[in-house]
Every structure is written in structure tokens, then in C-alpha cells.
């Protein structure tokens, strides 16, 4: 059998799922032929420059208009703009013959079975025997779709169903049609996963298929609970978001989100399709929902849906939220819940479930009678959407951000209790779960042997979910193989002479602990291991050193003792660039300040696409003290060629800094000079990315490595850097562009990236600059704004402009 490969993809139709896919594609370096239909009839700017329906501008306008609104919009659908390149536009008349050239043809038109019809009737006059053939739909048969289709088209034909926006949410559900190969299946099955990043699931043809029958269940089920309980939006949200490992946007704001129409277009579908659902009479539409369809309140997109912006009298905005008993818009309510309150104090989610059922408040009857129906009604939809349980749990993780799918919360619980509940309302578990528990298996999964297992119906014992052999599971594997830890790190032996140094303080912050867990993972692998990785499953790598006992530290003014902890952030930091053994840093997602100073330190960076990477000290009053400062210097005077004006190189340098940039992608990170080409790589698969990491260690090592000198070497421009830095921020004061302190502290910054006021550029020591960099720091610490500053983010958790 011939290697597939995909270097081509012609995408059918731009709105937003297409566009959104064509950007995702061109993220991960496929040639993308984007297509639409032309417009009937010109539009008054086109009348205006006396254009006609012939003109190609006119032809390609509604592609051309799509693909311009997607890369504009927020956040990006495209890791870096320049990647925008990779997408060619064209309509569905002049360009379709293009399509035999390709290697995958995917259309994602309007949800309309007649029209999707004629599209593949077209397509099939141009494709080449082979060529994979794919509908974007969320939920109309893909039976239907390829009635009447030749052999080869059916052979190569199914449904590939992507969540929107495609850059962000990782559920690829892969649906056969009756006659889709195994090899097909097999194929996008590891594509999804290994090129596009995504869980791929591969679903049954059946109505809104896993994630959304699911995930459309659970919200149509709360709409009822809510007027049952006379909850408001406020509350509902609160008991849905963060405290139970949902996105922040919970219920109500994600259904603003992804708008109400969406919404009810799919649970229509489930009610007209699935009349043997035993829960049929959830997914019939509330009346409010009605009315808002009626009114036009469909969310973001109208302006206006559970949630209102308005502006007030002062100018200021307000967010207003709508009463679902009388369908007026008040001011917000903040929801509190003493059943809540009692898991403030547990970080692990998993462990709140148990918590959050045994409440004797309203909140802990809302958590009883919701997850009693959805653990029944997941027991009923094996095998009718798919023989696997864990496959429900890894589409509702990937498509709707649940850290942790129906069953694995249900295991939390307990499954014996998880029955109890449901008996108290009047609802019991599909048969086979009673048989699971008289089998001796008292959970849905286990994990032994480093591998997660799963519960098969079929063969009544847990068997080995597929697919992990690619990754390195941390949960998995951190008990057997845990090395050593504190209350701040875990270190684990990953095998083959690799260890692992995990964060596991709140948010991943770098504190005292932190540090010790570093320096004695550095030790423990120049001792006996081959190489290092400081690398972690959590929400983000981290979010940086511990401001809060910084300012405990100011505050007081403990200076010795600050300078003392500066000196310690500095010199691990040194630690890991100057080891007798590789370290590789593995960043995802927030990696802010000090975590982007510690991987700007290791010997390469082996960063999830999706890490949003940066400097960013400027916002709490100081400037990077971890060593950063140094490294930017250090770069920059790297970055310096014969006849080059060294002060430009410097200052891009510099902006990156005082303006606190963070990327959006690992790929801006290479804009900003954190990342360096050449040495650090990135995966798009975060799940692959511990695993990736160690194959690099290993072959870094295995290829001789050999300790760095110090570097004495670091060329600094002194006043003549440090004077046009001076007049620049000097002029941006004056124009009120930034405050006095903003002026203070990239004053401050300049000393240190100039290497102080020297007469004439000199080479200086990597120490030298560390020095500076920690007076400054310290001195800044000192300052009642930059205090004020740190209180406002521990507080408020975002930037004071003082």
C-alpha cells in the first residue's frame, strides 16, 4: 500500500468553519485551496468603480471577503499571519478543476443536504481516483451524502467534523459512511492526532454524533433544570465554569458564544432524528428559548442573548443579563453557594465532585439531579453513538473544554454512589453498568502499568485505551515513577536516562520550592541521568515567579532577603544553561516572566504551538530580574553583524521587554526573539510534547553533549545605547504615551540592556549583567507605585497603569 500524505487541501466553502479550517491547515504548512460560490449581483463599491460580474475581484469577493474576516478576527484562527500565504482563493465556476491536483477535498457548505448533494456531484466530475473526500457537517447522515456516487468516491468518502474555531478546540470526530475504507479511517485517524493536533474520535453515523448529542443534552438538560429550580443564568454559570473544570464562559456565555440559533439548529435535529431517545422531551425547546429566537437574541453575534453590553450614562460599559421569568435585561447578580465555598481549598477538580454532591444547599441538589442525568443518559448511548465509553469522555473534553469527560467524573464519585443519586431521581444506568460492577470492576478506568485502561462493554474487562503509546501521560506515570519531591515539584525518571522536573504550585508560579525542585533535579541528573526536562500537563506551563511573596517581601522591607531571592531565581536559571546535561524546556500556554526566562535559559525549547510566551515584569512595576534582562542583551549582542546598526537590533530587543509582549502562538514567540530558529521546535500536539521533548534530550545527549563555558563575551553599547534609549522614552513621557513610572522603570531597563553608562561599547561578562539587572530590579521594589502595582494584579489579577 502507498504512503498518503497531505500536501494539498481544497476546502468548499469560507464562512466560518471553512475559513477557520483553511487557517489551521495553513498553520501546519499545507497548501490550502479555499473555494466559494461567485455573487449574483454587484455590490454598490463595485458599481462605484464600474466593475462587472465577469471581473475576478467580483468573482472571488465572498471568499476573498471570508478569508479577510476570519484572519482579522479574535482570537486568530492562523498561528502567524505570514502563514496566510499558504491559502489560495478561488469560486466554484473558474477553480474547481483544480481540485484533481489536490490530496484531500473537504467541503464545509451550508447544513442542507440538497446542496451538499450537488456540490459532490460536481466535485466528482474533477477528483482524481483516491483522493480523500471529506464533509465538514455536524450532524446531517453521511449515508445520505454519498447516495448515488461512484466506488472509488464512496471508498474515500466520509464525514471529518471539526469544533469551532478549529485552531482552538481539539475534537476531530471521523464519521464512516457504508463503504469508507479501513485505511481511510485509519489515516485521518492518526492525521488528525499527529499533524492537525486534534483528539480525534472515530464516531458512529448517527444524529449530532458524540460531542454534540452529549454536549447538546447537557446544556438542553440544564435549561430545564434551571426553571425547575428557579436558578438564575448568574448561579448556573457559577455551579458550570471553573469549579467543576469547565471554561470560564460556563453555560449561558458559551451558548452567547457560539449563538442560540447554532444551538437550537442541532437540538431540532436530535428531537426530529433520534424518537427513541429515551430522553426525547429534553431537547424540546423551552419557551424562553423560543421567544429569544423570536426576538433575535441569539448572543454575541446580535449583540445581545443571556447577556447584554450597554453602555451607562457616565460612558462606562456595563454587562446586564437576562431574567428568564419576566425576559427583562437587569444589572448582574453575583452568585454564591455554601456547598462551593467548602472546595475553595481543594485544587484537584477531580476531588470536588464527590464535595459538590453531598451539598445540603441548592447547589448540591442542581449537582445531584444534573449529573444523575447525564450519567444515565451516557450509560444509553452505548453502543447506539459508539461501542467505547472513553470515547464520550475524550469528545466532550476536546469539544466543549471539559477537563474531565462524564465517566471520569462519574469515577470520582464513585460508580456505586453515582447509581445512588440517580435512584433518588427516579433514574437508573443502562444494564450493562450493573454488570460491569458484578464483573468485579468497580471503576469505568484504571490506571496500571503507566497506561490508562477503560471498561469494554463487549469483553467485560478493562482493556488498554489505544492511541497513548505517542505520549507520556505524567498522571500515569507519577507515582511509580517519582524520583523525588517537595510541595512545589515532582520529579519523574521518564526512562532512558531522562528525567522530568513537573510544577505543581498553584497556577505553576515559582516560588522558594519551585527553585529547590529545579536545583535538585539539575543535581539528581548530572549525577546519574542523561538529560533534563522541565516540562507539565497542567492549564499553563506557569504563570511566572511568585509576585505575591515578592511584595510580602517589599513590603516589609526584607532587602537583604529579596536580593537574596533574586540572586537564587538568577542563578538556577544559570544552572540550567551552564548543567553537564541538556535541559529542555517544554512550555504550553501561559508561560509568563520567569517561566519564559527559564526557557529562554535551557538548551532548547521544545514549545506546544498553542504557548502564549513573553516578558512580561513591565506590568507589575519591575523589570525581568530571572536572568531575562541578561539574556535579552546577551541576544541582541548575538544578533550584532559587521556594519550593522547594533541600536536597532538592541532596541527591538528592548521593545520586546517594555512593551510586554506575548505571543499567540509559539510561532510570534520567533518574532519576539524568545524563541531562536534553528534550535527550538514546536509541536502541535500538546499531548505529544513530553515525549517529544525526551527523544530530543536523548539524542542531544546520546550526540556527545559537553558543558558551555560562561560566556565573557557579551558586547554592550553604554551611553551611546543608553542615551537614545533615555531621549526615546524621555519623548514617549512627554507625548503621554506612557506615565513617570512606566519612563522609571524602562529607564531602568535601559542601564542594564546598555551594560550601564559606559564611554564606549565593551565586552562584559554574563555576570555583569546579572548584577545590573538584580540593582535595578531590587531598586524598583523599593517604589511605592510598583507596589501598588503587584497589589493591584494579586487582587485583581490584571495590569494598574499608575
Known amino acids: 500500500m502507498s504512503k498518503r500524505t497531505i500536501k494539498k487541501i481544497a476546502i468548499i466553502g469560507s464562512g466560518i468553519m471553512g475559513s477557520g479550517i483553511a487557517c489551521h491547515f495553513a498553520n501546519i504548512g499545507v497548501d490550502v485551496l479555499l473555494l466559494d460560490i461567485i455573487p449574483r449581483e454587484l455590490n454598490d463599491a463595485e458599481k462605484a468603480k464600474n466593475l462587472t460580474l465577469e471581473d475576478k475581484s467580483v468573482r472571488n469577493r465572498i471568499v476573498n471577503n471570508s478569508l479577510t474576516t476570519a484572519l482579522k478576527s479574535s482570537p486568530s484562527p492562523i498561528y502567524h ?90 475534537l476531530f470526530e471521523i464519521i464512516p459512511g457504508p463503504h469508507t475504507s479501513t485505511e481511510v479511517l485509519n489515516f485521518l485517524n492518526s492525521y488528525g492526532e499527529q499533524f492537525l493536533g486534534k483528539t480525534s474520535v472515530v464516531a458512529k453515523d448517527t444524529p449530532a454524533f458524540i460531542g454534540n448529542r452529549i454536549g447538546i443534552f447537557s446544556i438542553m438538560s440544564l435549561f430545564h433544570t434551571v426553571k425547575e429550580m428557579d436558578l438564575t443564568i448568574e448561579e448556573v454559570d457559577k455551579l458550570t465554569g471553573p469549579v467543576i473544570g469547565r471554561p470560564k464562559s460556563a453555560t449561558f456565555r458559551t451558548v452567547d458564544v457560539v449563538g442560540l440559533d447554532t444551538l437550537v439548529h442541532v437540538a431540532n435535529g436530535i428531537a426530529e432524528n433520534c424518537k427513541n431517545d429515551e430522553q426525547l422531551s429534553l431537547f424540546k425547546l423551552p419557551n424562553f428559548i423560543n421567544t429569544m429566537v423570536e426576538n433575535k437574541w441569539l448572543g454575541s453575534k446580535t449583540g445581545q442573548g443571556f447577556y447584554k453590553k450597554t453602555k451607562k450614562d457616565d460612558g462606562t460599559s456595563e454587562i446586564l443579563s437576562l431574567d428568564l421569568n419576566t425576559l427583562e435585561y437587569r444589572s448582574v447578580k453575583k452568585a454564591n453557594f455554601a456547598t462551593l465555598e467548602l472546595t475553595k481549598t481543594i485544587d484537584n477538580v477531580a476531588d470536588r465532585f464527590k464535595v459538590l454532591v453531598s451539598g445540603t444547599d441548592k447547589a448540591g441538589e442542581f449537582y445531584r439531579k444534573s449529573f444523575a442525568s447525564l450519567f444515565a443518559y451516557v450509560t444509553n448511548r452505548i453502543p447506539e453513538i459508539t461501542d467505547d465509553l472513553y470515547k464520550i469522555d475524550d469528545a466532550m473534553k476536546a469539544g466543549f473544554g471539559w477537563e474531565h469527560g462524564p465517566f471520569q467524573i462519574w469515577d470520582a464519585i464513585g460508580v456505586e454512589k453515582g447509581i445512588d443519586i440517580m435512584k433518588l431521581e427516579g433514574l437508573a444506568p443502562a444494564s450493562w453498568v450493573q454488570d460491569m460492577l458484578a464483573s468485579g470492576n468497580k471503576s469505568f478506568y484504571t490506571v496500571k502499568e503507566g497506561a490508562t485502561f477503560a471498561y469494554d462493554i463487549q469483553k467485560k474487562k478493562q482493556e488498554k485505551v489505544p492511541g497513548q503509546d505517542a505520549f507520556i501521560i505524567l498522571n500515569n506515570i507519577r507515582k511509580p515513577n517519582e524520583v523525588w519531591k517537595n510541595s512545589g515539584v515532582v520529579i519523574e525518571d521518564l526512562g532512558d536516562g531522562i528525567l522530568n522536573c513537573e510544577f505543581q504550585s498553584k497556577m505553576n508560579t515559582i516560588g522558594g520550592d ?23 500537563q497542567g492549564a499553563n506551563f506557569s504563570v511566572g515567579a511568585n509576585i505575591g511573596m515578592i511584595f510580602m517581601m517589599a513590603v516589609e522591607q526584607e532587602y537583604d532577603e529579596l536580593n537574596a531571592a533574586i540572586k537564587y531565581f538568577q542563578d538556577t536559571m544559570m544552572r540550567m544553561r551552564y548543567s553537564s546535561i541538556p535541559t529542555i524546556s517544554a512550555p504550553h500556554g501561559m508561560s509568563l516572566g520567569g517561566a519564559c526566562e527559564l526557557s529562554m535559559h535551557a538548551d532548547k525549547v521544545v514549545a506546544a504551538a498553542e504557548t502564549y510566551i513573553g516578558l512580561v515584569e513591565f506590568g507589575v512595576g ?13 541576544r541582541a549582542s548575538d544578533m550584532f553583524r559587521k556594519d550593522d546598526v547594533e541600536l536597532n537590533t538592541l532596541r527591538e530587543y528592548f521593545l520586546s521587554i517594555a512593551m510586554a509582549k506575548v505571543s499567540t502562538s509559539a510561532y510570534e514567540a520567533f518574532d519576539l526573539g524568545i524563541l531562536q530558529k534553528g534550535k527550538d521546535i514546536i509541536v502541535v500536539n500538546k499531548d505529544r510534547q513530553i515525549a517529544t521533548a525526551k527523544a530530543h534530550a536523548k539524542l542531544i545527549a ?43 522603570i524602562a529607564d531602568k531597563l535601559a542601564y542594564v540592556m546598555a551594560g550601564g553608562d559606559l564611554s564606549e561599547p565593551t565586552l562584559v561578562t554574563e555576570q ?34 499608575n
Not at 519591575?622 to 546577551?634: F, N
Not at 555583569?768 to 485583581?796: G, N, P, V, W
Open 514 to 536: 519551585v527553585l529547590a525542585g529545579l536545583n535538585k533535579a539539575v543535581d539528581l541528573a548530572e549525577k546519574n541521568f542523561q538529560g533534563l526536562i522541565i516540562g507539565n
Open 622 to 634: 519591575v523589570i525581568p530580574g530571572g536572568a531575562g534582562s541578561k539574556e535579552m542583551a546577551l
Open 768 to 801: 555583569y549583567l546579572l548584577d545590573l539587572e538584580r540593582e535595578a530590579f531590587l531598586s524598583l521594589c523599593t517604589e511605592r507605585k510598583t507596589l501598588e502595582r503587584i497589589q493591584h494584579m494579586l487582587k485583581k489579577g490584571k495590569p494598574l497603569r
Open 702 to 744: 546520546e550526540a556527545g553533549y559537553t558543558q558551555p563555558l560562561k560566556r565573557t563575551d557579551v558586547k554592550v553599547l553604554g551611553k551611546q545605547a543608553l542615551g537614545m534609549f533615555l531621549v526615546g522614552t524621555d519623548a514617549m513621557q512627554n507625548s503621554k504615551y506612557i506615565s513617570k513610572h512606566d519612563q522609571k
Open 81 to 170: 499571519q505570514k502563514f496566510a500565504s499558504r491559502i489560495t482563493t478561488g469560486n466554484t465556476e473558474d477553480d474547481i478543476a483544480k481540485v484533481a491536483n489536490v490530496d484531500w477535498i473537504m467541503e464545509v457548505v451550508i447544513e442542507r443536504l440538497d446542496i451538499k448533494k450537488q456540490v459532490f456531484e460536481k466535485l466528482e466530475k474533477y477528483r482524481t481516483p483516491g483522493t480523500l473526500i471529506t464533509s465538514n457537517t455536524s450532524g446531517i447522515p453521511i449515508k445520505f451524502m454519498s447516495e448515488g456516487r461512484s466506488d472509488d468516491f464512496q471508498k474515500h468518502f466520509c464525514g471529518t467534523h471539526f469544533f469551532n474555531p478549529a485552531r482552538y478546540l481539539k
